[in-house]
Structure formats: structure tokens, C-alpha cells
């Protein structure tokens, strides 16, 4: 009997656990049944999610002249981050890999400062080439992190696709900062710039012209007269006749800096979209674009040296004599440095601390510049087996 009973326990607990199951089982049929329909469905729906922030890397609704499928890889807000009214928006063009020339902007004149004189700058970029090994997307990234202002459109970094830089930064400023920003200054990140002498001149054309900066048209820099195309195939600005066929150009501006503003710009990036595309941007931007719609140049020819020596001597004269500048935009001959040496020598001319150049004491007179041998930026290393002896 004590064999049969031990044999039975498992049994009779056995069918007391499916017993115990099958009520549980029913029970809950019996609970959801009472349900509405409705109810039931929602017992199937994924938990609800959080919308996902916007990603520049969507396509752009707006294209830009010919490319439909513009999107912005970086884009910048640095004219909403404004609380107050702009003088004006400073749209640098910036080769990606200019990692330490944007460098130097920042710290000749930081954005704070900037932000004090009622300016803002933002450098445009592109898409980085496979040719580019220094720099990767990820630094441009974390460079945006850390300051904000860089505008890179999803085009490839190529002197021929500049044109698309030039025009995105007009469309950015015109339609980012129209309601904050009275004028634009387009800049090329390798031109010396007197910023103050910029703010300057801006204030004055307010009172001089009121209504300037949201009425009129506005485009003022160095004006190159009309010139013939370069003809020569072995030019880096060789353009054929299939590109440009007439014999001159129209009067234009210098792409180094000029200043417009946003009416101007709004006008001319509409144009540009009904003009058939050309590489050289200032050509046919403030040239071809700009005679279409009748607009005038305003010439500031003497701003401008197209020697980076006669600025270096400035700083030179700035440090030991306090002399007055000749000049206000002019190359940096390849020495990043020199922009931030030039401002922050400048400077001290709009605080009354520097005097005018005396008779006789011109640049052109007695200005002696070394000649600077630079190590290259990057390179390559190279190994070569020796013969020991």
C-alpha cells in the first residue's frame, strides 16, 4: 500500500497544477472579455514614442539652383540665438579641411564680440572629398558641437562647385536671418579684414541712406571692370566658349569681401535659379546675375591690397609706430596667423590710439617685407632604406 500511494502523489499533483492553470486561464478570458472591442485593439499597440528632433540630414523642400536633393550635413541658427537687432551676418567661404584658418577667424574676433558689435559670422562648407585624409566628417561635427557656426551643404568640396557655396550662403543669411540681420558680408576664410572699419562704414550708410538695409539694393566692394574670359586651356580660370561665349565679362565685384544686403541677396539668388549655372561665383553672381537684374556697383577699389606684404607691414607700423592702415582687405599669404595679429592690432585705432601716416611714410614707400619660406600644412612621410657602412 505505502508503494501504490508513493506512486500516486505525483500523479494527484499533477492534476491539481493543471486544474489550478485551467482556472487562472479562464478567469482572464472571462476579465478581458468584459472589455470593449476597442479596449482589446489597444492591447496591441506599440508604446508610445517621443518625436524625434529634426535631422538636418533629411532632404531640403528648398533645393538649391540645380540640385534637387540639397539638404544641409551641419546646419547653423547662430542668427536665432540673437536677442537683439543685427548690423549685419558674416558668411565666410571655408574649404572644410581650413580647420586652423577658421581657428584663427575665431580667435581674432571671437562670436562674442562680434556679438557685442551687432555681427555674427557663419563659415560655409561642403561635403568633404574622398581626397581629403586630414580632416573627417566627424571632427566638422564636433567642431559644430563646440561653436555652432558652420553651414555645410551636402555638395563635394571643388573649386568648380563654389558657385552652389557662394549661393547657399546668400539663401542661408536672406532667409535664416532676415528678421534679425540688416546686411550680409561675404568673405573668403584666407582675406584679412578690418571688421571695424566694416561695422564703421554700415553705420554710416544707415545714416546716410536710411532705409537702406530693407528697401534699397546694396552691393559695395572692389568692382573688377569689365574682363575678358581666360582662353588659355592650361589656366586654372580657363573658360570655353561653350561656358561663356561672349568676349567680355560684365563689371563685377571681388569675391575676397564685399557687402550687400538682404533684399539684394534675396534678389539675386532668385535670379541665379533662372540663369544657366557658372563656376566662377563673384563673376557671375555680382557680374552676370546682377546685370540681369539692373542692380549697381558700388566701388571701393582703395579698401584693397592685393599684396598680403603691404598687411604685414601694417602690423609691422600698427606695433611700432601706431600708424593708420592704408588698407582694409588684403590676402593672408598663407600665414593663418596674420589675420588674428591684424585685428588685434587695428583695434586700437577706433579707441583714437593710432595716428595717420606722415608724408612720405605711404606702403608703397617703405614697406620691406621678408620673404617667408612656410612648411607645408600636411604631407607624407617618406622612408628610404641606407647603406650602413
Not at 74 to 99: F, M, Q, W
Not at 318 to 337: A, F, I, T
Amino acid at each position: 500500500m505505502r508503494m501504490r500511494g508513493r506512486r500516486l502523489l505525483p500523479i494527484i499533483l499533477s492534476l491539481l497544477l493543471i486544474v489550478l492553470l485551467s482556472l487562472c486561464y479562464f478567469s482572464g478570458y472571462l476579465r478581458d472579455s468584459r472589455q470593449s472591442p476597442d479596449d482589446g485593439f489597444l492591447l496591441h499597440l506599440a508604446p508610445e514614442t517621443k518625436e524625434d528632433p529634426p535631422n538636418p540630414n533629411t532632404p531640403s523642400s528648398n533645393p538649391l539652383l540645380n540640385l534637387s536633393d540639397f539638404r544641409y550635413l551641419l546646419a547653423s541658427n547662430v542668427c536665432r540665438k540673437t536677442k537683439r537687432e543685427l548690423l549685419a551676418v558674416l558668411i565666410v567661404t571655408s574649404y572644410a579641411g581650413h580647420d586652423a584658418l577658421r581657428s584663427a577667424h575665431r580667435q581674432a574676433i571671437p562670436q562674442s564680440k562680434l556679438a557685442e558689435m551687432g555681427l555674427r559670422r557663419v563659415f560655409l562648407l561642403a561635403a568633404l572629398p574622398s581626397r581629403e585624409l586630414f580632416i573627417s566628417q566627424d571632427q566638422l561635427t564636433s567642431e559644430q558641437q563646440r561653436f555652432g557656426d558652420l553651414l555645410q551643404g551636402n555638395f563635394i568640396e571643388d573649386y568648380r562647385n563654389l558657385s552652389y557655396k557662394h549661393v547657399m550662403g546668400l539663401k542661408w543669411a536672406s532667409e535664416e536671418c532676415k528678421k534679425q540681420a540688416k546686411f550680409i558680408i561675404k568673405l573668403d576664410d584666407d582675406i584679412i579684414y578690418d571688421v571695424f572699419h566694416l561695422r564703421r562704414y554700415l553705420e554710416t550708410l544707415e545714416v546716410r541712406q536710411p532705409g537702406l538695409a530693407t528697401s534699397s539694393t546694396l552691393l559695395s566692394g572692389y568692382v573688377l571692370d569689365a574682363k575678358p574670359p581666360i582662353r588659355l586651356r592650361a589656366n586654372k580660370w580657363y573658360v570655353s566658349k561653350k561656358e561663356y561665349p561672349h568676349a567680355l565679362y560684365p563689371a563685377y565685384l571681388s569675391g575676397w569681401l564685399y557687402v550687400t544686403n538682404v533684399p539684394t541677396a534675396e534678389r539675386i539668388v532668385a535670379e541665379a535659379e533662372r540663369v544657366s549655372f557658372f563656376w566662377i561665383d563673384d563673376t557671375w553672381l555680382t557680374g552676370v546675375v546682377r546685370t540681369r537684374l539692373g542692380i549697381p556697383l558700388e566701388r571701393h577699389n582703395d579698401w584693397f591690397s592685393a599684396n598680403a606684404e603691404f598687411i604685414d607691414c601694417c602690423v609691422r607700423d600698427l606695433k611700432q609706430h601706431s600708424y593708420e592702415c592704408e588698407y582694409s582687405v588684403g590676402p593672408n599669404g598663407g600665414d593663418d596667423r596674420l589675420l588674428v595679429e591684424f585685428l588685434h592690432n587695428v583695434e586700437k585705432c577706433y579707441f583714437d590710439e593710432c595716428v595717420k601716416r606722415p608724408v612720405g611714410k605711404s606702403l608703397k614707400e617703405t614697406c620691406l617685407a621678408a620673404a617667408k619660406s612656410r612648411p607645408p600644412k600636411h604631407g607624407f612621410a617618406e622612408i628610404k632604406a641606407l647603406r650602413l657602412r
